[in-house]
């Protein structure tokens, strides 16, 4: 009955964002379903979802939301992002290069949700590229998350090392043809055919000064609350701090606008994105109920008992954890310690890596994933659509596992 409930509540929240419904309601809907089914009592239902929006992770991703949003919208209003990506595409020589490098900085570096930081970049970059709002999104995930499998401060990445005892450094090796792929497979079934356009976006343009000079002036706020979020000196502060210490400095940057004086307070209030902030409140709740009411457990269970070949369990159960909880740290906390017990020597130097890049690529498409999530909401698009655009390359990564599949159990 549990199971049978998790996969209703997927299917209805699929049909409901397809729907263009706002996706943090469809995400509760799916969650009173998915407690139905359980027939979790209603004090345990209320408890684990009071528990889920105070966790601590729920209250930061939330703050995190609020600031990084005003950061975007007073670095928009005022100039500050003009003058950064009309600098970084001189850099680089155009927008086409430009777009992939943005989200692919921000992706290199472990930011729960960094989708919303480069998304407002790729938006305007996206426009000098005459690209669809579904492509921006598309780009905006591809590239972002090509990082996944070589950033070597990835959470999931040390996490999978220190679980398998396979050094970092090997793991990445093994990994780095993926990264290799999904860029190759992002560029040329989203970018190949792109062709830079006169858009009105950048009014800063043209912008004068040395490109590098520039560039640093109007992306320091960015950085700064990236660094610091990272940590300076082995002390890492919450990114909505951090991102607040940019948001500062933003305002600073800004006060010789002739707007600033009469608006820097409501454009700081009203560019925050609240839809957004209740989304991600509502896929912490999904995650916490989904726990609580022994659901994935019990997805665990039926999966290890079914008596199925190895190779089968090694996709089947990091595809199934990563596509229904949407993390990357849930697909390599279950499925390492589940799966490599049952591994001969000979099988495990591949098979960690098809653990691993199962579980990447449903985490990736999960209508969970918060980058997904995210981007489909700053670009007012639909989960259904998103796949539609970028299945090519989902299907170029689903023919590289295969491969490592056949090596590791052929």
Not at 178 to 189: D, R, S
Not at 246 to 261: I, Q
């Amino acid at each position: 009955m549990q199971l049978l409930g998790l996969l209703a509540a997927f299917v209805v929240i699929l049909i409901l964002v397809g729907r263009r419904l706002n996706i943090g309601l469809c995400i509760l809907v799916g969650t009173g379903i998915l407690a139905l089914a359980s027939l979790m009592p209603p004090r345990d239902l209320a408890v684990s979802i009071f528990q889920g929006l105070i966790q601590r992770d729920s209250v930061e991703l939330v703050l995190d939301i609020v600031v990084i949003t005003a950061l975007a919208g007073v670095l928009k209003r005022f100039g500050l992002l003009d003058t950064m990506l009309v600098s970084v595409t001189r850099l680089l020589g155009g927008a086409r290069l430009a777009v992939m490098a943005v989200p692919s900085i921000i992706g290199a570096l472990p930011v729960l949700g960094g989708a919303i930081l480069s998304a407002p970049m790729v938006d305007l970059l996206g426009d000098r590229l005459a690209l669809t709002a579904t492509r921006k999104a598309s780009v905006n995930l591809v590239f972002r998350h090509a990082w996944f499998y070589i950033a070597p401060f990835s959470p999931a990445l040390i996490l999978s090392s220190r679980l398998t005892g396979v050094p970092l450094g090997q793991f990445i090796l093994r990994l780095t043809p993926f990264a290799v792929v999904m860029l190759l497979a992002g560029y040329v079934f989203l970018l190949r055919r792109a062709r830079e356009v006169q858009a009105p976006a950048l009014a800063a343009e043209p912008v004068a000064g040395s490109g590098a000079v520039v560039f640093l002036r109007s992306s320091s706020p960015l950085a700064v609350g990236i660094v610091l979020s990272i940590g300076v000196g082995g002390v890492a502060l919450p990114l909505y701090v951090a991102i607040g210490v940019g948001l500062a400095l933003a305002l600073f940057l800004s006060r010789g606008h002739e707007d600033f004086r009469r608006d820097w307070l409501r454009v700081t209030w009203t560019s925050i994105q609240w839809p957004i902030a209740l989304t991600v409140a509502s896929v912490m709740v999904f995650s916490r109920v989904l726990e609580d009411s022994g659901t994935a457990q019990a997805l665990v269970d039926y999966l290890v008992g079914s008596g199925l070949p190895i190779w089968i369990l090694a996709l089947a159960l990091p595809l199934t954890i990563g596509f229904l909880t949407g993390t990357s740290m849930a697909s390599v906390g279950i499925g390492f310690p589940v799966l490599v017990p049952l591994l001969s020597a000979h099988q495990l130097p591949m098979a960690i890596v098809v653990i691993y890049t199962a579980g990447a690529l449903a985490y990736f498409a999960s209508p969970l994933h918060l980058c997904q999530v995210l981007s489909v909401q700053y670009f007012k698009e639909t989960v259904p659509r998103l796949y539609r655009e970028y299945w090519p390359v989902v299907a170029c990564l689903a023919a590289l596992t295969a491969l490592y599949v056949v090596l590791a159990f052929g």
